[in-house]
């Protein structure tokens, strides 16, 4: 019994202080930090597979604290509670086997949940709203922009055309502040899934990966949600319903980031099928972040390949055993 309990004791310990290393690398070591902060909840993942969801609970707690300690109450919360739920979260679905998308999805409305509680804590204890620290950032930002084409020599007709289509890109991403919220909760959430689990197997735990991306396919749930999305905000413009509206804008780009994934997908497996050179297909992926036509025509994409099954990849369903009473 005394043994049983050693152990995760033991490893607890240890990946405690690669955690807490880990927060002290995203402080003092600008560039590599930035990355070591978003697989923080690696090591707590790796306790949580071995040991259980409780394990990798205390151990996020106990390095909150020294964290706390050893740098400052506000960036133990970022880090501890920012990041610590989504690797308590992930944790538990590799030890449940959960499949590679139902472990993403729980570790995303984990993450999503931990970026609303610090925002909420710090709203709470420094009393100013992060979020308009961040839109007047970006304000900032917009004038410094305009002032560089200043100095260029640009008349200030062709400057006032630059600010306002500036501040209209400005005004966009603040509707769509939710939904850029809810996408960096999947991207962080997928990241730390792929590094816990080439890790895990190094240490021989067999981790269901996802399929190749030629392979992806999302469900047809999507494509509903599109429409439902551009019939919100259709409403919500032709009545003047501001919430309707921007609900209906965010529903509408997490919808769309998904069907260009779909998108980008086809073209990969085509591209592949017909030994298209890699280069090529990763300057389409170039163009469709950059190019609003190529991002729609790759958007579509995804939208029919979701409706027709151009691949062929959706398994038919086997017919039911009339004979099985018999």
Known sequence: ??????????????????????????????????????????????????????????????????????????????????????????????????????????????????????????????????LADHSEAMSRAVEQAVNIYRTFGLKEEDLAKVTENLNNVLAMMKLIFPAAFAMASVVDTYLNFIVARAVLRKLGHRIDAFPKFTQWSFSPKILYAFIVSVLLLYWGKSREWEMVATAGLNLQVACSMLLMLQGLSVVFFYGEKHQVPKFLRWILVF??????????????????????????????????NTNAGE
């Not at 690398?25 to 990355?35: E, T």
């Not at 390949?305 to 959706?314: G, P, S, T």
């Open 1 to 130: 019994m005394r043994n049983s309990r050693v152990q995760p004791m033991v490893e607890g310990g240890i990946l405690s202080a690669v955690a807490i290393l880990f927060a002290l690398i995203s402080v003092y070591i600008p560039f590599l930090g930035a990355f070591v902060n978003l697989i923080w909840p690696v090591p707590i993942i790796l306790l949580g597979v071995r040991h259980g969801y409780k394990w990798s609970l205390m151990a996020t707690v106990v390095a909150g604290i020294l964290i706390a300690i050893l740098l400052h109450p506000l960036h133990a919360v970022g880090v501890a509670v920012g990041f610590g739920l989504t690797g308590i979260a992930l944790g538990h679905c590799f030890r449940q086997n959960f499949s590679p998308v139902k472990s993403v999805l729980i570790g995303a409305v984990a993450s999503l949940l931990s970026k609303i509680i610090v925002l909420s804590i710090s709203a709470a204890v420094l009393g100013i709203n992060p």
């Open 287 to 320: 163009m469709a972040f950059t190019n609003g036509f190529i991002m729609q025509a790759v958007v579509f994409a995804g939208a029919f390949d979701i409706a027709l099954d151009f691949r062929k990849l959706r398994r038919p369903e086997p017919p039911e």
